[in-house]
Structure formats: C-alpha cells, structure tokens
C-alpha cells in the first residue's frame, strides 16, 4: 500500500509551539513525505482504531510527547503495544519529562528512542536525524537503538 518512498510520521503532541517547531524539524528530513499531527492521546488512537479512519495509510514512524490531555502518552504506548498490527511500530518519545521513572518505563514498553525536548529547531533536527538516520527506516527494516538521551 505504501509506495517507494512514501515515509510517514505521526507527531502527537499537545503543545502548539513545539508542534510547529517539530513539524519545521521534520519538513527538514527529505527522506519524509507526510506529517500527519495530533494534539491528545484520544486523538492518535482515534487515528489508529477509528474505523472511518481505516483507509488511512499507518505512519512508519510515531513520535509521541507523554504529556497529552484526555490520555497520557503511556495510554497511547500501551495500546499501540496491546495490537498486533501496530506493536511493531517504532514509536519515539519526545518530551520534557526526565523522570527517570518515566524513562524506564518508556523503555519497558518498547520505544525506539527517549529524548528529552530542546525547544530548538536545529537541535531537534539533529537528534530527528539521529534516530537510526530515517533514511534507513523502514517496517521492514527495524534496527532501532534503545537509548535514553537525557541532556
């Protein structure tokens, strides 16, 4: 269903700003094709299991803040993980949580990536281009890092 070079990005995240700043970091990754944006946890699993939203292509790549009004990240993590079509699903956590509990916690449920927010376009254009260099992404092709990166 996808096509050759058709790369997909769901950012969930309640903060305008930082929505603005992450989609301004994404449109800088020529390997994306389509941001597609959320503002709260219901929403993106609206997304995934609304059944009018069934024709929708599923992103490669989930990029998920933990601090979402209706249902927190960790809801949303946990029943992406709860589906066997999308457990697989490379989810990255960015946000301004450094909780180690939250880290753990994170990790435990399978993330690709834990960063840490920095409200800068170019800092967060480095670290989008650090998560396994996209340009290697695929669902085919998971050979993800688990790492925190706590700065």
Same mark, same amino acid.
């Given at each position: 269903?996808?096509?050759?070079?058709? /790369?997909?990005?769901?950012?969930?995240?309640?903060? *305008?700003?930082?929505?603005?700043?992450?989609?301004?970091?994404?449109?800088?990754?020529?390997? +994306? #094709?389509?941001?597609?944006?959320?503002?709260?946890?219901?929403?993106?699993?609206?997304?995934? /299991?609304?059944?009018? #939203?069934?024709?929708?292509?599923? *992103?490669?790549?989930? !990029?998920?803040?933990?601090?979402? *009004?209706?249902?927190?990240?960790?809801?949303?993590?946990?029943?992406?993980?709860?589906?066997?079509?999308?457990?697989?699903?490379?989810?990255? +956590?960015?946000?301004?949580?450094?909780?180690?509990?939250?880290?753990?916690?994170?990790?435990?449920?399978?993330?690709?990536?834990? /960063? !840490?927010? *920095?409200?800068?376009?170019?800092?967060?254009?480095? +670290?989008?281009?650090? +998560?396994?260099?996209?340009?290697?992404? #695929?669902?085919?092709?998971?050979?993800?890092?688990?790492? #925190? /990166?706590?700065?």
């Amino acid at each position: 269903m996808r096509k050759g070079n058709d /790369f997909r990005v769901l950012l969930v995240e309640d903060n *305008p700003d930082h929505a603005i700043i992450a989609k301004m970091a994404l449109k800088k990754i020529d390997k +994306i #094709s389509h941001v597609e944006h959320v503002d709260n946890g219901k929403k993106a699993l609206d997304y995934f /299991f609304d059944p009018q #939203s069934s024709a929708r292509l599923l *992103p490669n790549l989930t !990029i998920l803040d933990l601090n979402l *009004p209706e249902l927190d990240g960790f809801e949303v993590l946990k029943e992406i993980r709860n589906d066997k079509n999308l457990r697989n699903l490379p989810v990255v +956590i960015l946000t301004t949580s450094k909780n180690e509990c939250d880290v753990k916690k994170a990790l435990e449920l399978g993330v690709a990536e834990y /960063f !840490i927010k *920095p409200l800068n376009i170019d800092r967060l254009t480095e +670290i989008l281009n650090s +998560i396994d260099e996209i340009k290697n992404i #695929s669902n085919d092709n998971l050979n993800w890092r688990t790492m #925190s /990166f706590i700065r």
